[in-house]
């Protein structure tokens, strides 16, 4: 079983800036790249946000977040992060750290999210 533990979110101005953290422990398998996945309030459709290869350290990026986001991976620590910067209010969501078979594929196992909410 993969556990995670997801934390960073918060609430933040327009502009503002949030650092989430995703530490993944447990059976995990032998490859997976890792990214972010989110769902805004009202049960929107889940969005991909990002992810990271694990072969070659290739990063993804939805197009509404290109510039503004940034992922990165400690793998000694199994940790993957996401900085967000210029935070928008459409941004506002649940944010899943997740597992994949590659970036752009299956989504494996995921996390209980954190909340990130833009408001002035």
């Known amino acids: 079983q993969v556990q995670f533990v997801e934390s960073g979110g918060g609430l933040v101005q327009p502009g503002g800036s949030l650092r989430l953290s995703c530490v993944v422990s447990?059976?995990?398998?032998?490859?997976?790249?890792i990214g972010w996945f989110r769902q805004a309030p009202g049960g929107k459709e889940r969005q991909g946000v990002s992810?990271?290869?694990?072969?070659?350290?290739?990063?993804y990026y939805r197009d509404s977040v290109k510039g503004r986001f940034t992922i990165s991976r400690d793998n000694a620590k199994n940790t993957v992060y996401l900085q967000m910067n210029n935070l928008k209010p459409e941004d506002t969501a649940v944010y899943y750290c997740?597992?994949?078979?590659?970036?752009?594929?299956?989504?494996?196992?995921w996390g209980q999210g954190t909340q990130v909410t833009v408001s002035s």
């Open positions: 997740a597992i994949y078979e590659v970036c752009g594929g299956r989504r494996r196992n």
């Open positions: 447990g059976t995990t398998p032998d490859y997976y790249d």
């Open positions: 992810c990271i290869s694990s072969s070659d350290g290739s990063t």
